[in-house]
């Protein structure tokens, strides 16, 4: 395939009129404008385009497709009380469906990968979790499937915090609990061994949830597992500030060092949110080699803080840059989470100069999200790298008149100007169309489950309308 015409963000982050050859599933060679013929080839006439990178989502959750627009004013504490009706009484095909939306939507805005912690209550199953990765297959993006395992409920995890129930609920409340750790690690272990995808795709992960919503045997348990297995976890760390007070309480000591304690630290670790991390949190998960996830809108929309993106990078850690799910975000554009991630470090206490800079927050969204994944040569347009790029329209107005391509990605970009996309050298978006998915369809489907769902949850919901006063109030009063 010879695609032709495009100005071409190279892995500088500055743009170059470049011609791409393309063989299979990797970036043959790029190429002077003309000097190829092309005989013999596909051409693509890219005239008019921007060739930039496939975006990469580090953090998400496929149930959550469901579940957008839900949600305002919730923290997430108060989000974990509502999550055993906002997600649900879901069937097979409504565990697919969820993923398919999300997975169409992250297509549609020029994403190729997404780290996904996917949920099913009261354990994993083999069944859900293929069903998700079948979705993404579908669809064509990479994938890291990670099934979000606990051992103890959200009531069990936070001291004190099912005595701060009303009795007459808390019996109630203390009904919704995961299933024993020995069950969840079984569940795990025919996920991770019945695996059907390339794994240069859609792999498996783990995904313990919370640190202190597992006990110390079941953090060993998964740790062991992935090792075993070659793969890798990821965990919510210090996501909210309650997280963070926890940890002494529970521990003695904080989240992360727990973690190291542990031994469940390495290059195959990726820490999703870390708000609340300090800096010999930072310094301890750098030295590691671990990954953070740095999600700075479903942070903002939760109240739950502004990471320190700087930080994480002056201490050494591989940041990459992601949405969340959409109950918490309610999209999955991981443009905008490049541009929030910039805004919010103008909002620390670093000098200018420490500010993310657009080309930064594009390394995150790149080839920081790929090493995050586990993915290897994947990110950046090079010689021998995979052909995972996007087609930015250069009639967009948000480029006219195009100054700094890099910049006017990261500040203008919202997915409107998505052209095309391609993963591994085939196209999943063409003509802004999401190409191996009936939209129609998908929309049919998702009323039909909403109108359902939202019946079979409603006694769920009531009992968590009545929780989240108390819950508002004593997380509130943890100090």
């Not at 060739?51 to 990469?56: C, E, F, K, Q, W």
């Not at 007070?245 to 469940?264: F, I, N, Q, W």
């Not at 790929?370 to 790298?385: D, S, T, Y």
């Amino acid at each position: 395939m010879l695609i032709q015409g495009a100005k071409v963000l190279r892995p500088s982050f500055e743009a170059e009129a470049l011609d791409l050859i393309v063989e299979g599933d990797t970036i043959k060679d790029l190429v002077a404008p003309g000097s190829v013929k092309g005989e013999g080839m596909e051409r693509i006439d890219a005239t008019g385009c921007a060739l930039m990178p496939g975006l990469v989502n580090g953090h998400n959750h496929a149930q959550a497709n469901l579940a957008k627009g839900l949600f305002d004013r919730y923290t997430l504490e108060l989000y974990l009380t509502a999550v055993p009706w906002a997600t649900g009484r879901r069937t097979l095909e409504d565990k697919r469906l969820s993923a398919m939306i999300g997975a169409a939507e992250m297509a549609r805005k020029g994403c190729i990968a997404a780290y996904d912690m996917f949920a099913e209550f009261p354990l994993p199953t083999l069944e859900g979790v293929a069903a998700v990765a079948d979705a993404y297959a579908q669809v064509g993006l990479r994938a890291v499937i990670a099934p979000q395992i606990s051992d103890k409920s959200f009531w069990e995890a936070i001291p004190g915090l099912a005595d701060a129930l009303p009795a007459t609920l808390r019996g109630d409340a203390l009904k919704s609990k995961p299933a024993p750790h020995a069950q969840s690690i079984d569940a795990c272990k025919r996920i991770l061994t019945q695996w059907k995808h390339d794994r240069s795709v859609v792999k498996p992960a783990l995904g313990p949830s919370i640190p202190h919503h597992c006990s110390d045997e079941f953090l060993r348990e998964c740790r062991d597992l992935a090792r075993e297995h070659g793969v890798g976890m990821q965990m919510h760390v210090a996501e909210s500030k309650l997280q963070a007070l926890v940890a002494p309480k529970v521990y003695g000591e904080s989240l992360v060092a727990h973690l190291s304690r542990l031994e469940m630290l390495g290059p195959g670790f990726c820490v999703a949110h870390g708000v609340w991390l300090a800096d010999d949190e930072r310094k301890r998960l750098a030295d590691a080699g671990a990954s953070v996830s740095h999600n700075p809108g479903s942070n903002l929309k939760l109240g739950s803080g502004v990471a320190d993106m700087r930080r994480m990078l002056s201490a050494g850690i591989n940041v990459a840059v992601g949405t969340d799910g959409t109950a918490s975000s309610d999209n999955l554009n991981a443009f905008e989470a490049m541009r929030l991630a910039c805004y919010l470090s103008r909002a620390k206490d670093h000098p200018v100069d420490q500010w993310i800079s657009a080309r930064e927050a594009l390394y995150a969204a790149t080839e920081a999200g790929a090493k995050a994944l586990g993915f290897e040569k994947v990110g950046r347009i090079e010689k021998g790298w995979k052909a995972d790029l996007v087609f930015l329209d250069l009639d967009a107005l948000h480029y006219v008149p195009l100054n700094d391509l890099a910049q006017q990605i990261v500040f203008g970009e919202d997915g409107t100007g998505v052209e095309h996309v391609m993963r591994g050298g085939r196209f999943i978006v063409r003509d802004r169309k999401v190409l191996n998915v009936d939209v129609a369809k998908l929309k049919a489907q998702a009323e039909e489950a909403r109108v359902r769902l939202t019946a079979a949850n409603a006694e769920a919901r009531a009992l968590a309308d009545k929780l989240l006063p108390y819950v508002g109030r004593f997380c509130a009063g943890v100090h």
